[in-house]
């Protein structure tokens, strides 16, 4: 059990190095002595964890999907209202994001042409699908107008959201993001909620912009 324990925590601390070195390098320009180094593992150990950097990049992507899953479904168990869920998810990932490397690897691994093996699904297609079905029950729950077209809509988002985190990764300290994730609400809200509603929505998004900002 001991020898388990602490393999799990090797294999835990090259997913981190290789994380960190991915996210600040990039996938191309890292390599396995890099991450070997940057880890304090002998080769042997990341060989016996890792058959090659492909799978690294998999098992970081493996995570960031899990995490996102897990939270999309630890936000629907609370009820809330369809666009509020939305808005919790974004600032959970963001908050995922500030707090350690494999959430902004994950995406930098996504956005830099690595290949995503199934039945893993592409972090992007994953994304689109979370919005998409929150947008629907917004749309039914009448807190965005009635002629919004949700595929659209959700496309944008993905792009904003993603778009906000890469363009952030050499204009922004990670700790910046919250701010960005509250501005990219501040301009949606006014673009697809009706008026009567809008209050609620922009003080939420102040709300937890500062939840993220006080754990972090």
Known sequence: MARQLRAEQTRT???TAAADLFDRRGYESTSLSDI??????TKGALYFHFAAKEDLAH???ELQSSASRRIAGEIDDRGYASLEALMRLTFALTRLSVEGPITRAGLRLATGGVAVRPPLSHPFVELLDLISRRLGGALKESDIHPDVDVDAVAHSLVCFFVGTR???RTRDPAGRLPRR???????LIRGLVPVPRRPRYLTLAARLEREVMAVV
């Open 13 to 15: 601390t090259i997913i």
């Open 59 to 61: 098992a970081i992507m």
């Open 36 to 41: 070997v180094e940057h880890a304090h593992v």
């Open 181 to 187: 994730m509250a501005e990219m609400w501040h301009v």
């Open 166 to 168: 890469v363009v952030g």
